[in-house]
């Protein structure tokens, strides 16, 4: 059975910083690609951030980039978000997924597997 569980969302001031953590079981981590994706009340799930299992390369959404970084350790089985510089339209639930797939990462239909969330509130 396939597991992915966030952690380390919790509120933070403006210009804050904040790590994401996904632990993820039941596949085997170094051949999937992962991603972040977020959601707002009354919005759709939105693109964050992905990291290929192939070469490792990264892609972000405009609203993120240079702000946040994605990486991930295939020994541990996690994969991991920092948040630097967050802004209140960061305030999100961030949730975390997999995918088979290497390439186009920020197409949501691409994971099956997706984790439950974890609640990120940015206000002074």
């Known amino acids: 059975q396939v597991q992915l569980t966030e952690s380390g969302g919790t509120l933070v001031q403006p210009g804050g910083s904040l790590r994401l953590s996904c632990a993820v079981s039941?596949?085997?981590?170094?051949?999937?690609?992962m991603a972040w994706f977020r959601r707002t009340p009354g919005n759709d799930r939105e693109f964050v951030a992905a990291?290929?299992?192939?070469?490792?390369?990264?892609k972000y959404s405009d609203s993120v980039r240079g702000r946040f970084t994605i990486s991930r350790d295939n020994n541990a089985n996690v994969v991991f978000l920092q948040m630097d510089s967050l802004k209140p339209e960061d305030t999100a639930v961030y949730y975390c997924?997999?995918?088979?797939?290497?390439?186009?990462?920020?197409?949501?239909?691409?994971?099956?597997?997706w984790g439950q969330g974890t609640q990120v509130n940015v206000s002074p």
């Open positions: 997924a997999s995918t088979g797939h290497y390439s186009d990462l920020s197409a949501s239909y691409k994971y099956d597997h």
């Open positions: 039941g596949l085997r981590f170094a051949l999937y690609s």
């Open positions: 990291i290929s299992y192939r070469d490792r390369s990264r």
